[in-house]
């Protein structure tokens, strides 16, 4: 029986499909997702967690969670994990664990994958490194945050692309592994990349985090949204992301300090219900954000148009969960209730 939701328990048999094995047989794989109930999934980001504390009670809510530490390969296929400082990749595995609740899927988070262009020999130790990961923690799918494309023509890029996420792709897809492909929303970057993988790869989380309106209004978030629908991956299939931190404008503000988690804006008493911005008075940046009325009004968008559901950037940025001003809270009660909660200050 068909199992609901992001992620498919994976079968008990192995069929590894490699990457010349795909080019030479041109099978195609069709992703077959049904209508599912609007779902909370999240990142779940492994360097975070101490310095910011593991997550709280909003992790009850969750789907799924996306481990992403990230994991990045060589020209070989060899992986290495971008840990904390004293940590290792099992230590960072079994925090995550021990916040979540039993039962969450565990996904596994991939970084750049660039280095396997063009290499199907890499390509395939990768993957057999992945699998062994997969088999040893439990994860049960893959999501491929893959952002190298940001300031180029991803019409350019999408031949690479493709070839790498189609031989991920046919590998996990027979052992009952969901996979995901993760996109910053630059049209022009991704949006090739996205027509190229759209009958390869199960959903998309899109990261509907910024904009050149800074926070980005309910305008381009529909017009956004809108676009990716009619480049090949329909509403259901499409989770989408929203902040949980604020960040200034680059090319208008040069400063290193360009980020404030969730928890830093309510410490500096900034209006995170009806404002998107923030000017810190210490060094003159405006920080630019989602505040909780216009993330209220983002995921019932997403709501009411039938997309699959909602993630953030990233569970350990907001303040504690029995904070009313909790960004994780107000998108829980928005995401998993038939009516909105009330927003006060």
């Not at 992001?6 to 795909?22: G, M």
């Not at 596994?108 to 088999?135: E, Y």
Request: some cysteine; charged content about 15%; proline content about 4%.
């Amino acid at each position: 029986m068909k199992q609901s939701g992001l992620f498919r328990k994976p079968l008990l048999s192995r069929a590894v499909v490699l990457a010349f094995a795909v080019s030479c047989c041109g099978w195609s794989y069709a992703s077959n997702v049904n209508s599912t109930p609007f779902e909370r999934i999240d990142y779940y980001v492994a360097k975070n967690q101490k310095k910011q504390g593991y997550p709280h009670d909003s992790v009850n809510n969750l789907h799924s969670a996306i481990f992403f530490i990230p994991l990045k390969p060589d020209a070989n296929g060899n992986i290495t994990a971008d840990t904390a400082s004293g940590s290792t990749f099992a230590m960072e595995v079994a925090g995550m664990r021990d916040a979540l609740t039993p039962g969450t899927k565990l996904v596994l988070g991939l970084g750049s994958l660039t280095p396997l262009v063009g290499r199907p020999a890499a390509q395939h130790a990768f993957i057999r490194n992945i699998q062994k990961l997969c088999d040893s923690y439990g994860f049960t799918g893959l999501d491929l945050d893959w952002e190298d494309f940001n300031n180029g023509n991803g019409a350019n890029h999408a031949p690479g692309y493709s070839e790498v996420v189609k031989a991920i792709s046919y590998s996990f897809h027979p052992e009952g592994f969901t996979i995901s492909i993760s996109f910053a929303t630059w049209e022009a970057a991704y949006i090739p990349l996205a027509k190229a993988v759209a009958n390869d790869v199960d959903f998309l989380n899109l990261q509907c985090y910024f904009s050149a309106n800074n926070a980005m209004n309910m305008d381009t978030y529909q017009r956004v949204l809108a676009d990716y629908v009619k480049a090949g991956f329909a509403a259901r299939r499409i989770y989408v992301g929203l902040p949980t931190y604020a960040m200034v404008d680059t090319k208008k503000t040069n400063t290193s300090d360009k980020w404030r988690s969730w928890d830093q804006l309510l410490a500096a008493r900034a209006d995170v219900v009806n404002r998107n911005q923030w000017t810190d008075p210490s060094n003159g940046a405006t920080y630019y954000f989602s505040g909780l009325k216009l993330l209220s009004a983002k995921i019932n968008y997403a709501k009411s148009h039938g997309f699959a559901g909602i993630f953030t950037w990233e569970l350990t940025y907001d303040t504690q969960y029995r904070n009313p001003l909790s960004a994780n809270r107000l998108i829980d009660e928005t995401a998993l209730l038939t009516t909105s909660p009330s927003i006060s200050r």
